[in-house]
């Protein structure tokens, strides 16, 4: 899910860059909303977002190959409205020292998980509706938000690749392109999906304020 | 430990002493430039551009091949698909497979943008301790509340790795199998144990700079004033780049 330098236009990443200084705005206008003083919650985002681009090297098997944990719908759940900046954060390290993504597609990548972690932190917080407390619904809400972040994310960077980079596609490889690069992520989404839900159970036992809008 | 800060250029090379702020402006300008380029012309000259900053930065050239490495496999797919699927014209065929001519041309163009953009992109991150190039890219209009999220997320990117790995090698003597789809809910406990603590340590730390003083006005630091030669090689990338989205725009 991390375009590298290079592969679609110009005119794509710098739009990448418009979008997602708008989002940024829109997080950091949020933030300020919710907190007397912004800067109280950085430590913790900032912690949290360390954790969470340490446990995205971890690579979990799925034969015949492993996959690295996204957890773009985990960062929604538990950071909020700070989703955003820390995934731009994130990915930021990791294309200074990984090469995931690069320096010309960080608007682009931020906003292909970014957009998504935001919109799994709208669906988690329906648990405040189903209840906070129960563990089915917070499980299935996590599921929902680990799944639908990782899925809405290929399925947008497939289609932003595929109608970007290459002129002279036909419609119907085009189709089947987008298609095939949505479909080989989708496992990847169904671990995303359980990873997610057994983290908000173990914080629901352990930590359960760390579900709450309290960031 | 499993993340390694990147390595900086030689001190007293002429790239390390460039204005950290105009060596951001200047190579960033280049990167865009280059990214603008598709017309095949241009592409050798790009391509010389990009070793020629790289050359200057006295790196090695096995450094700048590690970095290449990972963003190469997604090239390497590409390189698979584009030159059999896109285009009309076949220049060689072999059964039902044709390599055609203008997935190649578009391969060929994308591979250009691709090496040269990473070529200075790792130039202005070796040659630039992060700490100097987050308080520029400050300096230059990114909110304070995102360069403090920078900043303490490198600090903390390094002691949770250590964290992470010493919990990985626990649960591994515990004959926990991490090697396996099961592992899912072992790394998923790993994890969660490790925001838990990790939260708890951010309102210790929240606590302590509180006490040092974080939240007040920001303290200024007096960096020197950029010299003659460091304006003089804004100039020249500039100039550069420039040159690079004129010609393509209008003289091509």
């Known amino acids: ?215 | 430990m499993l993340v390694k800060a990147a390595i900086a250029t030689p001190s007293g090379n002429s790239l390390s002493e460039w204005e950290t702020r105009l060596k951001l402006l200047g190579l960033l300008c280049l990167v865009f430039a280059f990214a603008t380029i598709n017309d095949l012309r241009l592409l050798p000259l790009m391509i010389i551009t990009a070793l020629a900053v790289y050359r200057l930065s006295a790196l090695p050239a096995s450094y700048l091949i590690s970095r290449l490495k990972v963003p190469g496999i997604f090239l390497l797919a590409m390189a698979v698909v584009l030159p059999l699927s896109a285009g009309e014209t076949v220049l060689a065929q072999a059964g039902p497979v044709a390599l055609r001519l203008e997935g190649t041309l578009g391969l060929l163009s994308i591979a250009a943008r691709f090496f040269s953009i990473i070529t200075v992109a790792t130039v202005l991150l070796a040659s630039t301790p992060m700490p100097t190039l987050v308080r520029a890219m400050g300096s230059l209009g990114m909110p304070d509340l995102l360069g403090d999220m920078l900043l303490f997320t490198y600090r903390y990117i390094f002691q949770l790795a250590d964290d992470l790995h010493r919990a990985r090698v626990a649960a591994r003597l515990r004959r926990a199998r991490l090697g396996s789809l099961s592992s899912i809910r072992t790394t998923a406990y790993i994890v969660g144990s490790l925001l838990v603590r990790s939260h708890w340590q951010a309102e210790r730390v929240l606590a302590a700079m509180t006490l040092r003083g974080y939240g007040n006005s920001r303290i200024d630091v007096s960096r020197p004033a950029p010299g003659l030669r460091d304006f003089a090689a804004l100039a020249v990338c500039v100039t550069l780049a420039g040159g690079f989205v004129v010609t393509q725009t209008f003289f091509l």
């Open chain 1, 1 to 215: 899910m991390h375009i590298p330098d290079g592969i679609v236009p110009v005119s794509v990443a710098a739009g990448g860059y418009a979008l997602a200084a708008g989002m940024t705005a829109i997080s950091l206008r949020q933030i300020e909303r919710k907190h007397v003083d912004p800067r109280e919650g950085i430590p913790k985002a900032s912690l949290l977002t360390a954790v969470f681009f340490m446990a995205s090297l971890v690579h979990i098997p799925l034969p015949p190959t492993s996959v690295h944990l996204v957890l773009s719908g985990l960062m929604g759940v538990v950071l909020g409205w700070y989703a955003f900046p820390a995934i731009l954060v994130g990915l930021f390290f990791q294309a200074v020292m990984f090469q995931h993504g690069g320096l010309t597609m960080l608007g682009v990548n931020a906003c292909l998980m970014g957009i998504p972690a935001l919109l799994s932190y709208g669906v988690f917080r329906l648990r405040n509706m189903l209840g906070e407390t129960r563990p089915l619904p917070n499980a299935v809400l996590g599921f929902v938000a680990g799944f639908m972040a990782v899925a809405i994310g290929a399925f947008s960077a497939a289609v932003l690749l595929v109608s970007t980079v290459p002129a002279y596609l036909d419609a119907s490889v085009e189709r089947a392109a987008v298609t095939g690069l949505f479909v080989a992520h989708l496992p990847l989404a169904g671990i995303e999906g359980v990873f997610t839900a057994t983290v908000v159970l173990f914080l629901l036992r352990v930590q359960p304020s760390l579900l709450k809008e309290s960031l």
